[in-house]
């Protein structure tokens, strides 16, 4: 069996990274990202979630967290467990999926649907500086990538919310 992350202390913020199965390449669509993004909205206004920074890259997410009302672990658990059923249920559904039947084909194992690898990379935010590290690996993800030149360029991401103060998709949590 491998390493299952586990959070010792639930009020405390995280960095968590989140991988799809297989590193398969799904959010490529928006339509899946938007359900991804929903997700997280509807958590912050019924579950206390404080989402501080994030970024959804193709295969992958990362985000940094807490919570003020449910254990972090449990918020963890359903979001993972909602969007994917979501995401697979939209790509099944997606008349312009071009790339449906080998999407699903990758996303399953032993004859189940499976769309998150099995739980999930965090690290507990303890100092100002390894915060700041983790909000640079974040926003520098899609430039490393090569897909912007400049952070704020990147639209699944809260580096234009939090380098220049324009509105995203998320309310983020002042830290």
């Given at each position: 069996?491998?390493?299952?992350?586990?959070?010792?202390?639930?009020?405390?913020?995280?960095?968590?990274?989140?991988?799809?199965?297989?590193?398969v390449?799904?959010?490529?669509?928006?339509?899946?990202?938007?359900?991804?993004?929903?997700?997280?909205?509807?958590?912050?206004?019924?579950?206390?979630?404080?989402?501080?920074?994030?970024?959804?890259?193709?295969?992958?997410?990362?985000?940094?967290?807490?919570?003020?009302?449910?254990?972090l672990s449990?918020?963890?658990?359903?979001?993972?467990?909602?969007?994917?059923?979501?995401?697979?249920?939209?790509?099944?559904?997606?008349?312009?999926?071009?790339?449906?039947?080998?999407?699903?084909?990758?996303?399953?194992?032993?004859?189940?649907?499976?769309?998150?690898?099995?739980?999930?990379?965090?690290?507990?935010?303890?100092?100002?500086?390894?915060?700041?590290?983790?909000?640079?690996?974040?926003?520098?993800?899609?430039?490393?990538?090569?897909?912007?030149?400049?952070?704020?360029?990147?639209?699944?991401?809260?580096a234009?919310?939090?380098?220049?103060?324009?509105?995203?998709?998320?309310?983020?949590?002042?830290?």
């Open positions: 069996m491998g390493f299952a992350f586990t959070i010792k202390d639930e009020l405390a913020t995280h960095f968590v990274t989140f991988t799809v199965h297989q590193w390449d799904v959010f490529t669509r928006q339509d899946y990202v938007d359900i991804f993004l929903n997700s997280l909205r509807y958590c912050q206004k019924e579950k206390g979630l404080l989402v501080y920074a994030w970024v959804v890259m193709t295969n992958h997410v990362h985000l940094i967290l807490r919570s003020e009302k449910e254990p449990d918020i963890i658990r359903d979001i993972k467990k909602f969007t994917s059923s979501q995401i697979l249920k939209a790509i099944d559904n997606n008349p312009k999926e071009s790339r449906k039947r080998w999407l699903l084909w990758l996303l399953q194992k032993d004859n189940k649907r499976i769309f998150w690898q099995a739980g999930y990379h965090g690290e507990e935010i303890m100092t100002a500086n390894f915060m700041q590290s983790k909000l640079d690996y974040i926003h520098n993800n899609p430039v490393r990538a090569g897909w912007v030149s400049i952070a704020e360029e990147y639209t699944n991401s809260s234009k919310t939090i380098m220049r103060g324009e509105a995203g998709p998320l309310a983020l949590y002042d830290f």
